[in-house]
């Protein structure tokens, strides 16, 4: 199954947002627009879609050999090693800005 891909924002959008970019929260009306309160049949991630990078690595055996094995939700193991290398390099990023000040 084929996952679409977004169309482009027409110049006309994108006017609009570069407009409302600039303006205070306040400035924006939202009336029509109303606050969502029950979350409960939230989807994560349904709208947001990461690009992908194909690339060969190679990893030691047991470690490739772990994440199969803690693949009990039904993901896949790569999709667990990317989680975690992003949660790596998102525990990195405070620790470089530490050390720059």
């Known amino acids: 199954m084929k996952k679409a891909i977004s169309k482009r924002l027409t110049a006309d959008q994108l006017k ?29 991630g349904l709208f947001y879609r990461p690009v992908k990078q194909q690339l060969t690595l190679r990893l ?22 990317n989680r975690a290398l992003r949660e790596y390099v998102q525990g990195q990023a405070p620790k470089r800005r530490r050390s720059r000040a």
């Open 16 to 44: 609009e947002l570069k407009s409302l970019a600039v303006r205070s929260d306040d400035a924006i009306d939202t009336s029509d627009a109303p606050e969502l309160l029950d979350w409960s049949g939230a989807k994560r």
């Open 60 to 81: 030691d055996a047991d470690v490739i050999a772990w994440f199969k094995g803690q693949t009990a939700s039904g993901e896949g193991y790569q999709t667990r090693i």
